[in-house]
């Protein structure tokens, strides 16, 4: 018999026991590995394998260059059974241990830099994953052994929480760094397509790099992106749209949102907005020009009470169903305790707003000087115009509670418009500004 067709018989047998032998066995050393690349890429042996021998050569040089030149499974460390920690990032190497090697060792090049946050972030879970601490497994339930499952929503609020900023801060870096390659900001919409806006590079991205609690409460059950919902909320209360425009308008960028949505979404922000910009507002003079203007509300008309100082700037504003003393008193009653006492209030010859003020002169030991004078009250009737012209496309409101809610808002986008409020020198556009009352 020719010796070399037994030979290769041998190796065909071989080859086979080997096949079966490693199937059967839990773990792989790394020679079992090495085998089987060799076996596989032998053609004399005369099986067919399942991969191409391209797919067998590429498998292998991939090994080889694992982690730096030395892959921990195939290549060294006897045989051990540990993550591989590929350069490549093989996807063993990515579930299996405390630490991701193939991420680590990837993220020290500059081009794989910006992955280290979300590897930190991954080493937090798995440091947390057993802190029962952390856990809030009140009310769950035990199985007949007495154990519960540990899931992540069994994390406490706190600590949820917690996690939410580190994502939104991690979210934030990545946008910053996508803003400066592309220029745009890539939104992920529920259509889980993205498309691309002009925003600019300091925008929601960076100023978010940590979430208003208050507006995290509210965002709870919102499913949609947060730069998608800021935005839409901005333009419906800054410019004259209405809520079918800004309908129109994202979907010409992508995102499918219905007009409804937008109108739920501004009933929630705005008030948590607008109690952010309070702390941030900067003071107002002591001479203020006051009176009140009408705004519909389902088919009746209500009254606005305004006022600014002689610079134009915003006091204050008070929506009332009913024009008379007491309303006029409650608005000058919250005027003062949110910006001090006057020195000069201006009115027109309401005799409403003359007994308002007469009976807080009452009360003090230094009273506030009153002139009724329509020509000098024409700064406050000037600013009425861009509240009017806002709230011209809503063709009135439904009810008294979403006026309130929406004048609010455009209040606050109109003093934001004017300068009210203070970027600690910045240099925030009105956009960034209305943005960072969400931080």
């Not at 004259?240 to 010409?252: C, D, G, K, Q, T």
């Amino acid at each position: 018999m020719d010796s070399a067709p037994q030979c290769s018989a041998l190796k065909r047998l071989a080859f086979a026991l080997s096949i079966v032998y490693r199937l059967y066995r839990k773990y792989w050393t790394s020679d079992d590995v090495w085998s089987m690349l060799g076996c596989m890429a032998d053609s004399s042996l005369g099986f067919s394998s399942p991969l191409e021998p391209a797919t067998i050569a590429r498998l292998s040089e991939i090994y080889r260059a694992g982690n730096g030149g030395v892959c921990g499974v195939v290549a060294g460390e006897s045989g051990a059974r540990a993550a591989c920690g590929s350069r490549f990032g093989c996807s063993f190497c990515g579930v299996t241990g405390a630490r991701d090697k193939s991420m680590e060792f990837m993220i020290q090049e500059p081009e794989h830099a910006h992955l280290k946050p979300l590897n930190e972030f991954r080493n937090y879970l798995l440091a947390i994953q057993w802190d029962l601490s952390r856990r809030e497994l009140v009310g769950r339930t035990l199985s007949d052994a007495g154990y519960t499952r540990i899931q992540a929503d069994t994390y406490r609020f706190l600590e949820r929480m917690a996690m939410l900023k580190m994502l939104l801060s991690i979210d934030a870096n990545e946008r910053d760094r996508a803003e400066r390659h592309s220029g745009e900001l890539a939104w992920l919409c529920r259509s889980k397509r993205r498309v691309s806006c002009t925003l600019t590079i300091r925008t929601i991205g960076r100023l978010m790099t940590t979430l208003n609690p208050a507006l995290a409460r509210v965002l709870k059950r919102l499913h949609y992106p947060l730069d998608v919902i800021l935005t839409c909320v901005r333009w419906y209360v800054a410019y004259p749209l209405s809520l079918r425009h800004l309908e129109e308008m994202m979907a010409e960028r992508g995102i499918s949102v219905d007009h409804s949505t937008v109108h739920r979404w501004a009933i929630k922000v705005l008030p948590v907005l607008e109690k952010a910009f309070r702390r941030h507002k900067k003071a107002v003079g002591r001479s203020w020009r006051m009176d009140e203007t009408y705004i519909k509300v389902r088919g009746q008309w209500k009254y606005l009470y305004r006022a600014v100082d002689k610079e134009g700037n915003t006091v204050d504003f008070l929506l009332r169903a009913h024009r008379d003393k007491t309303a006029a008193r409650r608005y000058f009653e919250k005027s003062i305790e949110q910006n001090g006492e006057p020195e000069t209030v201006t009115i027109d010859k309401s005799g409403a707003n003359l007994a308002a003020l007469d009976a807080l002169n009452e009360e003090r030991q230094t009273p506030i000087k009153i002139r009724q004078n329509k020509y000098l009250n024409n700064v406050v009737e000037q600013d009425h115009r861009a509240i009017k012209r806002r709230t011209r496309p809503m063709l009135g409101f439904k009810n008294f509670r979403c006026a309130r809610i929406l004048l609010s808002g455009i209040e606050l986008m109109h003093m934001i418009t004017k300068g009210q409020m203070q970027d600690r020198g910045l240099g925030y556009t009105r956009a960034e500004q209305f943005y960072s009352l969400a931080a």
